[in-house]
């Protein structure tokens, strides 16, 4: 499980940064240590000549302080303020970016379960405690567990997201550099989470064809794509019967995915995965249509709900299914 | 002020029989039952460390199995927590001093100050149980599922334990809000407290309002468990996420009370051994309320990777960095009370040395974690771990211990030995930092919480982390041996050995069964030390 | 009753009127307490109400509509006695005291064994989660229901022990120690029995009334 070093230093190998990402989660933590060291040998020096020339018995002259108590502490409360402000702001932009999947960017389905790491791509390629990358192409991870919480974190990427049972959670990162990186399990999630470890490695173009071949073709005949799953499991549960198009009991779902959904209640959702994982598991109140939709919860698998996802998301261009 | 000599009455610590301890009303009693009390709690919450660290030395190394680490380290977290760091300062010294500090006979409410003690007790004797007929493994968060449905651990007991030692806080709370607003002496307005008891105070506000959070929401972790079902249950439509709303809508407050009571000890010990008021003592004063009140909104940067709402996540980020800055201005203040002081290089001062480095540097990390991007990539990492050990250890256990040597010859009428104690303090400043330090950048580089086994490139670091654990053990050994000798042998101290201003220093060393025996008048603010 | 002997075992106190103010202050800090007790209770209503309100209002037909708005009643009526009770006692009446007491009991304890009534109904029609529940009833009335066991559980034991607090001071009463001067016993478990009532005015139409609302 050993990452390539980019430095190796008194037996520590340095963590490399994959993606642009990482590059500029480094910049802010190396801004954040510039400022904790210069405070640091500012304050120790201060104490120290401090403690040297008053200390008890010490010929230095005491007087009282010739400048305003308030007007110290105001000056040092706004300059700490200030800096603390910078910072807040290089994180929260960051954060916010890691937050908006670029648009196009490749679904790869990641269940966790104690312990291991479920993944699935869109050809239909199924693999465990692994996940293979195509260089300088960005990809989204739609995270689902079946049992704990769980937490997928890559290092290299300095990204992390948990994996909530109930729920679906995304994340979304551009690999820029090739290699095997090491992925954890952050979230303690029982006996072995110390061994729900896997690898992510990201491939050259080329290599990534040449892998999808192989992996594909040991695991293509047993296991479907997520759409086709989805398309199965949609006609399995019957979704077609109300959300079958005009005129039906439901709303249509194709072109759905990614618009804006008014609800009953006079607010608007978002037809992200979130809202379609909650809608297929507890039903929502659309706008113009009665609330007839069962629940689903306890008969669909979260896993099972993120295909559906994957189906209804396909549909984009669709026509009514 | 009228200063009441020796010769108040026989000594609190007189009468010997093992009942007029167990039912002792006396505030200064209660303090010693904590204080002993605790010490039982941290030598097993320590030894539970000690088993990791040598765990951890080797990247597998085998000294336990899996399920045996995941005990110790629930185990480690929750006594340490609950049955050593919240009642430390507050229960040990903010019990012996506080009624001293403000001239008072006792606390509002002595039954229901031996009765916390009792609960403790009892709570300690739960959580012991569940240690002891296998313990528990789902870590001191206690985050659902895994608590409620998939543990096998005895988290019943375990969570019995906590509930009940946390209705033992909020009587303390209670009593000490009750007892600084209703027997301050005549003369004692508000800004003349000393900030070691505005700290008391503000921990005590949190103490009322947070704790009770928290035994509900372990009550419906618990309830989920016994009916198999239950409000955070994903199965029925629960949300795992609303569990850790609440949990750290308590737990993060509860940072606040172990270091706001350390901050107050710190602000004492740097006055006296500067021989000058504590500089811009309102600004203090105001900080450690600022600290407490925003400490109540800042919760969800425990959760910035659980798919809570970015904007949630930007908003309890800047709600963090707010404050933060009352933090630092405390820092500032400290070095700024030592200018044009006398210093003197005592013990306690040492410990006051030591909690402004570290604090400091714990204090900057915390930054770190506040960042949203940062947090997200240190999240649940190596580098949380040490973040807050140097809150909670490099600054409240350091202030514990200043705190303790500090009050020591008014607790026991005796010296401590003066040379040991400063070998201790550094000892324990340095094999912090050696145990410590190394985890942070353990953390940067990636290595997860929690991990009983971890992937071979960690092992240089972890190896120099499980060293310094054998120095930070010994530091704490040392106070553990001559404060007892001292108890007996040590030299005796007069009323006031330090030259301290304060009310406590008023009373006898030891105090007698009521303290004063004319209530002090002050005419004086805090710190009010000659001009040098 | 002499100053002295007033304040003998409570040595921290300077007079009987600091004695009093600390014991008040106490209970309003305790009720904060208890107000954030129940807040985390109210913040998980909160978060589901909004989440699933069509399940709220399907699991607020299953709850006996006539018993909980017969307890608003009973329960508004003992706060009523209690605040009575507190009136005559400043007068110096004991016999009314120890008569309102007794009715402020009564009717807590007749509050409590309706609560069990309708307990018994939910157990009758197999809606005790995780015990005795319905599986064709759906999961978020399923979680509503908890929350309805949960909260009004919680009320219930609240008022058992301020059942058991106005024992107490009818036991106080009946020994002689209430008088026109002394009777800071009474008001302070009066607080908290109109705090458990306050609780009790919020419950009622968020678990009976969603329907309606």
Redesign the interface.
Known sequence: ???P?IATF??????TAASE?AK??DD??LG?VG??VA??LF??I??SV??VR?????R?K????SLA?WK??TA??LG??AI??Y??W???????D??RPPPGAEVIDVTGR?WMWDTRYPDGTREFNALHLRLNTPVRLVLSSE???H?F?V??L?????L????L?TMWFDPDRTGTF?L????????????M?GKVTVLAPHEFDAWQRSAGARTGALALAPEARGRELFAKFGCARCHGGLNAAGPSLAGLYGTRVRLS?GTFALADD?YLHEAI???R?VAGFA?VM??Y??IIRDSDAADICTYIEAMKTAATP | MIASEQGDGPSYLQESTVRSWLGTLDHKRIGILYLFTITFFFAIGASAAAMMRIQLAYPAAGLVT??AY?RLFTLHGVIMVWFFLIPSIPAVLGNFVLPLAIGARDVAFPRLNLASWYLFVGGGALALYSILVGGV?T?WTF?T??SS???NGHVMAMAGGIFVAGFGSIATGINFIVTVHKLRAPGLTWFRLPLFVWSIYATSIILVLATPVLAITLTLMALERVAGVGIFD????????LFQHLFWFYSHPAVYIMILPGMGVISELVACF??KAV??YH?MAFSILSIAGLGFLVWGHHM????QS?YA??AF??LS??V??PS??K???W??T????????TTPFLYA?GF??LF??GG??G??L????????L???FFVIAHFHYIMVGGGVMAYMGGIHYWWPKISGRMYPEAWGRVAAVTIFVGFNLTFFPQY?LG???M??????????F???NLVSSAGALVLAIGYILPLIYLPWSFFKGARAGTNPWGATGLEWLAASPPAEHNFRETPVVTRPAYDYP?? | MSKAGALANAPQFGSQEQRIAANQLGMWTLIATEILFFGGLFLSYVTYRV?????FAVGSRHLDYLCGTINTGVLLTSSLCMALGDLSIRKGRTRALAGWISATAALGAAFVCIKGFEYHEMWRDHLVPGFRFDPSV???VELFVCLYFIMTGLHAIHMLVGIGLMAWLLKLNAASRFSERAHEPVKMVGLYWHFVDCVWIFLYPLLYLVPKL
């Open positions: 499980m050993k990452e070093p008194a037996g520590v190998s340095w963590l990402h500029h989660v802010v933590i954040l400022t904790s405070v640091i304050l120790g201060l104490t401090i403690l008053y200390r008890s018995g010490s230095a005491r007087p009282p302080l108590t110290i502490e040092w409360t700490t303020l603390f402000l910072f807040f290089r994180g929260a932009v960051l954060y916010l890691a937050a104690q049992d704990v919480i937490s974190f290092p290299a300095r990204l992390k997201q948990d909530i049972p109930g729920k959670t090491s954890y399990c952050a979230q303690y999630c029982g006996s072995a989470h110390a061994s470890i209640d979130e598991l507890h039903g109140k609330p069962p629940t919860s306890g | 899996s399920d995941n493994d870590g985050y599922p895994y449905t998939y543990s994903p199965r029925i439509g629960g949300d795992p996420l500067s021989k500089f811009g600004a910035f990777v659980t798919s970015v996540g930007v980020s800047f960095f707010l933060a800055v630092a201005i820092v500032f203040n070095v700024a030592m200018h044009r002081g006398a210093i003197e290089f040395l402004i480095a400091t540097i900057l990390t930054i770190f506040a960042t949203l991007a940062v947090d997200v990539h999240h649940d990492t950048i940067y580089l990636g997860p919480r929690r991990y009983w086994i971890y992937p071979e490139q092992h240089t670091l001009p040098l | 989440a699933y309100p069509s399940a759906s999961p978020q």
